[in-house]
């Protein structure tokens, strides 16, 4: 397994370096698209796991900090 590095943003998203694979609530299996995934940690965006940028009017903070996976 690749490491993997997950970065979480100044009262932003965790971003991940890649595309992902993921299995939606209808039992489908889905790829994102774009070389990075964005995942809500604030809580409020309409589209979870993934951020829609609801953290920037909601006014969400917290620190950043970086996670590698082996």
């Known amino acids: ?9 100044e009262n932003g998203p965790y ?4 595309s992902a694979t993921f299995t939606d609530a209808e039992g489908n299996e889905q790829k994102t698209s774009g070389s990075m995934v964005a995942l809500c940690r604030c809580g409020y965006s309409g589209n979870k796991p993934f951020c829609d940028g609801s953290h920037k009017k909601e006014g969400f903070t917290a ?8």
């Open 63 to 70: 620190a950043p900090i970086e996670l590698t996976v082996e």
């Open 15 to 18: 971003l991940i370096d890649g």
């Open 1 to 9: 397994m690749a490491n993997v590095k997950i970065t979480a943003t």
